[in-house]
């Protein structure tokens, strides 16, 4: 079933051939549109395939199914708006220093976009998810590079979405589909591909950021590798509420047997009465979860390998021992272990590392200068999380400060929340410094789309040639910036 360098190399070929068929608006619009239509009313077959490759469950894969074509829904939305385009029209100014010119820039298409569908989301992050619909939407044919946890519902997805193309007379081409580990490295080098979207492992997704960036011609790619998603917890709050942050962390890290990529891996908590009263409570609802399946053998022997390299170092505790819950399944877990440990490069580095599965490390810290000697040794990360008190939410003691000082870390930052869950909206960012992302872009949210365009602007150009887009009638109503002014 993999593809031979000769299947990549004829798949990308389509897929760029199928490039202008996706140049009018309307009809990627409503090509989005019939795809969600179309993906919903194969719901049951897609979901029972789904499940017997991922053992996910229907109702998880259901929900996240219904995310899928929500965020189809949501980029033809974009798209009919006309907003992403960027208009920005300056007619001659002589007057300004220097002289101005007429200038007309707004935004086109890239190309072909290889996408890298993720293990743990085998709608919304594979081939139908928000790398493919943002591209799509963008104007983009896409190849998807399929995940091997799930090959059968790829090819289904494929399938359906090749079906909606068709209905609007786009070439099935425009979504193109490749198996194998080398057939990936080959789409990356491929010429015709203009960028790339993964979701995956940091030594992965580096191997390929460092392909893309080697080719004669680099071109963007948009990785997102790994994240630890710190949680600090202040002394104020705990003490308020400890019981209920430590019950809120456990259904966090534990959701979707802990196969988030916005799980919190580490938590910052006072040392205390306090911090105990959290510790006993995050015990107690650990301790209540069921085992579960990870998406296949190979994470979870990475996940018991882990779990048992972290437990061996010294002082480190595990007052509920994440390990294996059967043949198949894993059951979860959390380390404790002294900030200070942390707060200098050593052995304890480790704990500064992703663990993939349903296992977090509470760092317990004595003073705030302990706290923030952790936090100034972490990489970026997706998000980063602070629980506040009352008071501290409200602009009293450090709650500005502490903001402040996590925003560096990460591209989404929480108040007395949970990262686990990323809504598809305008504001969203999925994104983060540096391994969390390779670019400062975001894989989920409106803005997602800016990832496959760039800008270009018409100097001097008559009327006649310039693409409606430009025109000063404004044939097609779309929102610009209009000599200074932004008109809608």
């Given at each position: 079933m993999e593809a031979t360098a000769q299947e990549v190399d004829a798949t990308v070929r389509a897929a760029h051939a199928a490039r202008s068929s996706l140049a009018d608006r309307a009809v990627r619009a409503a090509f989005l549109r019939t795809a969600a239509e179309q993906l919903e009313a194969a719901k049951d077959g897609l979901v029972e395939t789904a499940d017997a490759e991922t053992a996910l469950g229907p109702v998880r894969l259901t929900?996240?199914?219904?995310?899928?074509?929500?965020?189809?829904?949501?980029?033809?939305?974009?798209?009919?708006?006309?907003?992403?385009?960027?208009?920005?029209?300056?007619?001659?100014d002589d007057t300004a220093t220097p002289p101005i010119p007429d200038l007309r820039r707004y935004k086109v298409p890239l190309g072909v976009v290889a996408v890298y569908s993720a293990s743990n989301f085998p709608f919304a992050f594979s081939v139908a998810g928000g790398d493919t619909a943002s591209a799509l939407a963008a104007g983009c044919p896409v190849v998807v590079k399929a995940h091997p946890d799930h090959p059968a519902l790829s090819e289904y997805v494929a399938k359906v979405l090749r079906r909606a193309a068709a209905a609007h007379g786009i070439p099935e081409g425009v979504v193109g589909l490749v198996h194998g580990f080398e057939a990936g490295v080959e789409l990356v080098k491929h010429p015709l591909v203009a960028a790339a979207g993964f979701t995956g492992?940091?030594?992965?997704?580096?191997?390929?950021?460092?392909?893309?960036?080697?080719?004669?011609?680099?071109?963007?790619?948009?990785?997102?590798?790994?994240?630890?998603?710190?949680?600090?917890?202040?002394?104020?709050?705990?003490?308020?509420?400890?019981?209920?942050?430590?019950?809120?962390?456990?259904?966090?890290?534990?959701?979707?047997?802990?196969?988030?990529?916005v799980k919190p891996g580490l938590v910052l908590a006072p040392s205390g009465a306090a911090g105990d009263r959290l510790v006993k409570s995050l015990t107690d609802a650990v301790s209540d979860t069921d085992a579960g399946v990870l998406l296949d053998h190979r994470m979870r022997d990475n996940f018991l390998a882990g779990v048992a390299e972290r437990t061996e170092l010294p002082d480190v505790e595990s007052p509920v021992t994440p390990g294996a819950g059967g043949e198949h399944t894993v059951s979860a877990g959390f380390l404790t272990v002294g900030a200070d440990k942390l707060a200098e490069e050593g052995a304890y580095d480790l704990l500064l590392e992703e663990c993939f599965g349903p296992v977090t490390v509470v760092a317990r810290y004595e003073d705030e200068a302990q706290a923030q000697a952790v936090l100034s040794r972490l990489p970026g990360n997706l998000t980063a999380t602070v629980h506040l008190s009352t008071e501290e939410a409200a602009g009293e003691g450090r709650g500005p400060e502490l903001l402040a000082e996590l925003t560096p870390l990460a591209g989404r930052v929480l108040v007395n929340g949970w990262p686990t869950g990323v809504a598809v909206a305008p504001a969203q960012h999925h994104g983060g410094p540096y391994p969390a992302t390779t670019s400062t872009s975001t894989s989920v949210g409106g803005t997602a789309i800016e990832r496959w365009m760039r800008p270009v602007t018409y100097?001097?150009?008559?009327?006649?040639?310039?693409?409606?887009?430009?025109?000063?009638?404004?044939?097609?109503?779309?929102p610009r910036r209009f000599n200074g002014r932004l008109e809608r």
């Amino acid at each position: 079933m993999e593809a031979t360098a000769q299947e990549v190399d004829a798949t990308v070929r389509a897929a760029h051939a199928a490039r202008s068929s996706l140049a009018d608006r309307a009809v990627r619009a409503a090509f989005l549109r019939t795809a969600a239509e179309q993906l919903e009313a194969a719901k049951d077959g897609l979901v029972e395939t789904a499940d017997a490759e991922t053992a996910l469950g229907p109702v998880r894969l259901t929900g996240e199914l219904a995310r899928t074509c929500y965020q189809l829904r949501a980029f033809a939305d974009i798209v009919d708006e006309g907003a992403f385009l960027d208009v920005i029209i300056n007619h001659p100014d002589d007057t300004a220093t220097p002289p101005i010119p007429d200038l007309r820039r707004y935004k086109v298409p890239l190309g072909v976009v290889a996408v890298y569908s993720a293990s743990n989301f085998p709608f919304a992050f594979s081939v139908a998810g928000g790398d493919t619909a943002s591209a799509l939407a963008a104007g983009c044919p896409v190849v998807v590079k399929a995940h091997p946890d799930h090959p059968a519902l790829s090819e289904y997805v494929a399938k359906v979405l090749r079906r909606a193309a068709a209905a609007h007379g786009i070439p099935e081409g425009v979504v193109g589909l490749v198996h194998g580990f080398e057939a990936g490295v080959e789409l990356v080098k491929h010429p015709l591909v203009a960028a790339a979207g993964f979701t995956g492992s940091v030594r992965g997704g580096r191997a390929l950021f460092d392909a893309a960036a080697a080719r004669p011609v680099p071109i963007p790619f948009h990785g997102e590798l790994g994240s630890l998603n710190p949680v600090l917890v202040t002394e104020a709050a705990a003490a308020e509420r400890a019981e209920a942050i430590g019950t809120g962390l456990a259904g966090s890290m534990t959701l979707g047997v802990g196969q988030f990529c916005v799980k919190p891996g580490l938590v910052l908590a006072p040392s205390g009465a306090a911090g105990d009263r959290l510790v006993k409570s995050l015990t107690d609802a650990v301790s209540d979860t069921d085992a579960g399946v990870l998406l296949d053998h190979r994470m979870r022997d990475n996940f018991l390998a882990g779990v048992a390299e972290r437990t061996e170092l010294p002082d480190v505790e595990s007052p509920v021992t994440p390990g294996a819950g059967g043949e198949h399944t894993v059951s979860a877990g959390f380390l404790t272990v002294g900030a200070d440990k942390l707060a200098e490069e050593g052995a304890y580095d480790l704990l500064l590392e992703e663990c993939f599965g349903p296992v977090t490390v509470v760092a317990r810290y004595e003073d705030e200068a302990q706290a923030q000697a952790v936090l100034s040794r972490l990489p970026g990360n997706l998000t980063a999380t602070v629980h506040l008190s009352t008071e501290e939410a409200a602009g009293e003691g450090r709650g500005p400060e502490l903001l402040a000082e996590l925003t560096p870390l990460a591209g989404r930052v929480l108040v007395n929340g949970w990262p686990t869950g990323v809504a598809v909206a305008p504001a969203q960012h999925h994104g983060g410094p540096y391994p969390a992302t390779t670019s400062t872009s975001t894989s989920v949210g409106g803005t997602a789309i800016e990832r496959w365009m760039r800008p270009v602007t018409y100097q001097g150009a008559p009327e006649a040639l310039l693409p409606p887009e430009l025109r000063d009638d404004n044939p097609l109503g779309l929102p610009r910036r209009f000599n200074g002014r932004l008109e809608r």
